[in-house]
Structure formats: structure tokens, C-alpha cells
């Protein structure tokens, strides 16, 4: 997590780094020097922000272990080594994914609240279980499942497709599939801050939190199994289960170097990737597209969650263009669908994870 001043990225990004390589370490806070403000800031998930490229020396590996850093600048060469391309120039035509997405996303946190208040008449349970649902998120797993709905339909059914019901409730299953797994997340971690506010677990007791995650998890599995398909439900199923291994991989190291490189990519997949490549697809099939568009989607959505851990991981120590290729890829990806306003977002949303600040 990192909060940006004029002149300075501060990021626990050591603390990140360490615990991404299998070892735990004590939470410390480093502070990166940000390039000078470029002309032409950029406004990133509604934030003004500063472009990172490069990384100063103060952002080197000091303080990690030999191994970790050596994993580190491996990583760094292999995706440097590898041909990245470049991605798209939008030029005039950039389609800010937010604002097209404006009436789809409006009420989303709204819809997911009422979800679950329904669904309990414990006062304490829906008040922990609703904490991160405040609206201040990014919603980026929202925004692409529906800016990936919109594009799979204009790609079938043509302009006047419109978004589906069930589609805008995936949107909000991942949302919530995503925050079960933060708020689990936040009791291993003893986290102090999530989104600018003090995390759940500093508010309620361990065990009450661990059960307001289990009920998030409970409550957008009905939600999913009203969709009344088999398919779906086998794909976003699959996420929980990557969620939980992904999670208990992290806890667990690798002897050698090779082997640890091949568990953080894994831990990477399941851990990030696999909620928005499952629910790219979901909604792909929701959609009636057929199975190379449905891979299409998951394709995307693997190289973009992939992208948008890298960048997470990594950004503050090495060159963004190390997570380039991910997002390259998704591009290209969308690039395959018919062309659309939406299909456009989806591959100008592939330059937003690359360029985000955290
Ligand atoms: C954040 O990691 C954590 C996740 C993305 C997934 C956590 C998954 C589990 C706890 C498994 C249980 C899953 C469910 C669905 C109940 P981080 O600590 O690297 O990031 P942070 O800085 O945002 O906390
Ligand atoms: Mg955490």
C-alpha cells in the first residue's frame, strides 16, 4: 500500500517484496523519490497521479535477503530480455473506462450492501461484513467484468447489445468474492489500514471478522447459483479455490532460486489473476459467446491480473516496463474483438494497471 506526495512514493514495499519470496518480515515503510511531475499528469481510478517509470537508487535491493533480490532482478531481465512491443497510442480516442461505465457502476456497492443486509438479521455481522463496501474502492474487478460484458456482446450481438442482468451481478459477486478474501486476508496479516481507514480486524474481534468474510463468501455463492448455470458456477468456483491456495502458498518458501521464481508466478495467478480471468470468462459466457471468445476473455483477464501484481510487487523497484509484457498481451487480446467503444477501454484499461500508482 503506498500514499503519494508531490515528491515522494512512500511504499512498504520492502515489507511486499519479502514477504511475496517467502519470508516474513516486520512491516517497514521506505520512501522512494518519485521522477520530476511530467507534463501532463495522469488521472488514474479518479486520482490525479505522477507516472513512475524509473526507479532511483534509494529503491534498490538494500535490505533484502541475497535470494530475494537475486529473484528480483531475475524477474526484472526475464521480462526486460523478453520483446514487450508496444502498447496501442489512443490518441483522440481515449475512453476513459469509468466514465463509460458511469450508469453500470453508479450503485454498485449500494446493490452489494443490500445483498447481504437481506440476508442476515444479525446487525453485528451485516455492519462488518458491508465495512469495505463504503464505496471508496477502485472497483476494478467490477469495471472490467462489465467493460468485458459490453465488448463479448457488441462482438456477438452488435451495437445495440445491451448489458445483461446476470453479467452486472457477476460484477458484483467478484467484488465481493475479492473483499471476503481482503477481509480473511487482513486477520493473517494483522493489517493496520485498508483504504485509508483503519482495517476490519483493528474494529471487531478475529473471530467475528473471519465469520463476516465466510458470510460475504456464503452470500455470493447464492447469488451465483442463481444464475442457474453450471458453467459459471465451475469457473467462479475455481477462484475461491486459487484464492485459498494462492494465500497458503505464500506462507510456504522454496529451496531454490528456480523453484521460488516458479512458486511466486503461481502464487501470482492464483492469488490475483485468476478472480478477473474467471470472471471475464463468466460473464463471456453469460454472454453465449462461443469458446474461443470465452478463452479470449480469460486470456485478457490472465495477463492483466498478472500485469496488475507485477506492478504491485515490483514498480517500486525496477522499471514498470518488467510488467509491460502482461499487459501488452492483454491488449492484443482485445484488440481481437470487434471494435467498440468498449473494446477500446479494454485495452486502454491495460495502460491504467501498467501506470497506476499504488
Ligand atoms: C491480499 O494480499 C490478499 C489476497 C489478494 C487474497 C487473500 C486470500 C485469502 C485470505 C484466502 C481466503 C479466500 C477467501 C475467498 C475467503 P496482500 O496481503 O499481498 O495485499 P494487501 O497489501 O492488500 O493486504
Ligand atoms: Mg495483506
Given amino acids: 500500500m503506498a500514499c503519494l506526495s508531490p515528491s515522494r512514493l512512500c511504499a512498504r514495499v520492502q515489507d511486499k517484496l519479502m514477504c511475496q519470496f517467502g519470508h516474513k518480515v516486520r512491516r517497514q515503510t521506505v520512501f522512494v523519490k518519485l521522477k520530476p511531475p511530467g507534463p501532463t499528469p495522469l488521472r488514474i481510478f479518479g486520482r490525479t497521479c505522477q507516472r513512475v517509470t524509473t526507479c532511483g537508487p534509494a529503491c534498490g535491493s538494500a535490505g533484502m535477503g541475497p535470494a530475494a533480490a537475486g529473484a528480483v532482478r531475475r524477474l526484472a531481465s526475464s521480462l526486460q530480455s523478453?520483446?514487450?512491443?508496444?502498447?496501442?497510442?489512443?490518441?483522440?480516442?481515449?475512453?476513459?473506462?469509468?466514465?463509460?461505465?458511469?450508469?453500470?457502476?453508479?450503485?454498485?456497492?449500494?446493490?452489494?450492501?443490500?445483498?447481504?443486509?437481506?440476508?442476515?438479521?444479525?446487525?453485528?455481522?451485516?455492519?462488518?461484513?458491508?465495512?469495505?463496501?463504503?464505496?471508496?474502492?477502485?472497483?476494478?474487478?467490477?469495471?472490467?467484468?462489465?467493460?468485458?460484458?459490453?465488448?463479448?456482446?457488441?462482438?456477438?450481438?452488435?451495437?445495440?447489445?445491451a448489458l445483461l442482468p446476470s453479467q452486472r451481478q457477476v460484477a458484483m459477486i467478484s467484488e465481493m468474492i475479492h473483499s471476503a478474501s481482503l477481509i480473511h486476508d487482513d486477520v493473517i496479516d494483522q493489517s493496520d489500514f485498508r483504504r485509508g481507514k483503519p482495517s476490519v480486524n483493528v474494529l471487531w474481534n478475529h473471530k467475528k471478522v473471519a465469520m463476516a468474510g465466510d458470510f460475504i463468501l456464503a452470500v455470493a455463492s447464492m447469488m451465483i447459483a442463481r444464475l442457474r448455470s453450471d458453467e459459471v458456477t465451475l469457473v467462479l468456483s475455481q477462484v475461491?479455490?486459487?484464492?485459498?491456495?494462492?494465500?497458503?502458498?505464500?506462507?510456504?518458501?522454496?529451496?531454490?532460486?528456480?523453484?521460488?521464481?516458479?512458486?511466486?508466478?503461481?502464487?501470482?495467478?492464483?492469488?490475483?489473476?485468476?478472480?478477473?480471468?474467471?470472471?471475464?470468462?463468466?460473464?463471456?459466457?453469460?454472454?453465449?459467446?462461443?469458446?474461443?471468445?470465452?478463452?479470449?476473455?480469460?486470456?485478457?483477464?490472465?495477463?492483466?491480473?498478472?500485469?496488475?501484481?507485477?506492478?504491485?510487487?515490483?514498480?517500486?523497484?525496477?522499471?514498470?516496463?518488467?510488467?509491460?509484457?502482461?499487459?501488452?498481451?492483454?491488449?492484443?487480446?482485445?484488440?481481437?474483438?470487434?471494435?467498440?467503444?468498449?473494446?477500446?477501454?479494454?485495452?486502454?484499461?491495460?495502460?491504467?494497471?501498467?501506470?497506476?500508482?499504488k
Fill in 82 to 161: 523478453t520483446s514487450t512491443g508496444s502498447l496501442p497510442d489512443y490518441g483522440s480516442q481515449i475512453v476513459d473506462p469509468y466514465r463509460l461505465l458511469e450508469d453500470d457502476l453508479n450503485g454498485i456497492y449500494e446493490d452489494i450492501r443490500s445483498e447481504l443486509e437481506r440476508n442476515t438479521n444479525q446487525a453485528e455481522l451485516n455492519t462488518i461484513a458491508t465495512y469495505y463496501f463504503d464505496g471508496q474502492g477502485k472497483a476494478l474487478r467490477p469495471m472490467v467484468a462489465i467493460l468485458m460484458a459490453r465488448a463479448v456482446n457488441y462482438h456477438v450481438y452488435g451495437e445495440n447489445s
Fill in 240 to 357: 475461491v479455490t486459487d484464492l485459498v491456495q494462492g494465500e497458503f502458498m505464500q506462507l510456504g518458501s522454496k529451496e531454490t532460486e528456480n523453484e521460488r521464481f516458479a512458486h511466486y508466478l503461481t502464487k501470482t495467478y492464483r492469488k490475483t489473476a485468476s478472480l478477473i480471468a474467471n470472471s471475464v470468462k463468466a460473464v463471456a459466457l453469460l454472454s453465449g459467446a462461443d469458446e474461443a471468445t470465452s478463452e479470449l476473455a480469460f486470456q485478457y483477464g490472465r495477463n492483466l491480473g498478472l500485469s496488475f501484481q507485477l506492478v504491485d510487487d515490483l514498480l517500486d523497484f525496477v522499471s514498470s516496463a518488467q510488467a509491460r509484457k502482461h499487459g501488452v498481451e492483454a491488449a492484443r487480446l482485445a484488440a481481437d474483438l470487434a471494435d467498440s467503444p468498449y473494446q477500446k477501454a479494454l485495452a486502454l484499461t491495460t495502460d491504467l494497471v501498467l501506470n497506476r500508482i
